[in-house]
């Protein structure tokens, strides 16, 4: 996977000045760095009794930022955001941000998970367009919870079109799903990308709660595939996991089966 190979093996990070963290892969982790569950690749060293990891993408952040999203506005890596700490949320999932963040001051104060931060702009899946937005619509459902309104509705969704009836996906209702996942993989220690994956079943679920028309239910089956695989992308992201970027896409145990 090229996204990989193209990491360094071994970094130096100011955060644990006296040892080199190895590039490995495995088992999940929570991420020294911004606190959050991580899956996939990380940067880590083992200290025996446990060891210090961090994101691929916490490791690797960069001073400054912009985002799309934010057009001009310049995000600050911090390794911590600005004081009361313990009310700062993720301007993205919309969960708690304790640690490595991406902060603006503009706005009345903007945060963002590192690898919030690097969710893409539009997923393109089987010739739909699944676009970020900033917050979902008060007029369209969520395809997860069938929500239009609450507090997810205020962070950000990708929107898409379901046979010209828009729908929104919340991020924090992706993440919220995969996080249950992968407290059971972390609480036994088993690693595997496998782990932050939807299922279809899950996926179809979570669907039924969409208001769609019953006589275009086969439209709606194609339609939960294609979500999940998206759903599969965006939860590897936040987890910090560019390469099942690809792998959720093309890997046989992806969500393109059956
Ligand atoms: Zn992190
Ligand atoms: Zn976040
Ligand atoms: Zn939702």
């Known amino acids: 996977m090229k996204q990989f190979e193209d990491l360094p093996a071994k970094i130096t990070h100011p955060a644990d000045p006296a040892h080199e ?34 994101h691929t993408c916490c490791a690797l952040a960069k001073g400054t930022m912009r985002h799309p999203l934010f057009g001009d506005l310049a995000f600050e890596f911090r ?23 991406y902060h603006c001051s503009k706005k009345g104060g903007l945060d963002l998970h590192p690898c919030c931060a690097s969710l893409p702009e539009r997923i393109l899946q089987d010739s739909r367009v699944f676009e970020l ?3 979902a619509s008060r ?19 990708y929107r898409s079109n379901l046979d010209g009836e828009a729908m929104d996906i919340h991020v924090a ?25 939807v299922s279809v079943s899950d996926m179809d679920r ?3 709660s969409f208001p769609g028309n019953r006589a275009r239910r086969s439209g709606l089956d194609k339609f939960v595939k294609i979500i999940g695989t998206v759903a599969s992308i965006i939860i590897a992201v936040i987890f910090g996991n560019p390469v099942a970027m690809m792998a959720a896409i093309a890997g ?3 969500l393109l089966r059956g």
Not at 26 to 53: I, L, N
Request: one cysteine or more.
């Open 206 to 208: 979570m669907l039924q």
């Open 252 to 254: 046989p145990g992806g």
């Open 79 to 101: 390794t911590k955001p600005p004081p009361p700490v313990d009310d700062t949320i993720c301007d993205a999932c919309g969960e708690a941000a304790r640690g490595f963040v």
């Open 139 to 157: 007029s369209r459902p969520c395809g997860m919870c069938g929500e239009q309104s609450g507090r997810r509705r205020r962070f950000w969704a």
């Open 21 to 54: 963290l190895n590039l490995t892969d495995g088992v999940p982790f929570v991420c020294d760095g911004c606190k959050e569950p991580g899956c996939g690749p990380r940067y880590t060293h083992d200290y025996g009794s446990h060891s210090f990891d961090l």
């Open 173 to 197: 209702c992706m993440k919220e799903m995969a996080r249950l996942s992968w407290q059971a993989a972390y609480q036994n220690r088993v690693g595997g990308g496998q782990i932050v994956q």
């Open 133 to 135: 937005r900033r917050e």
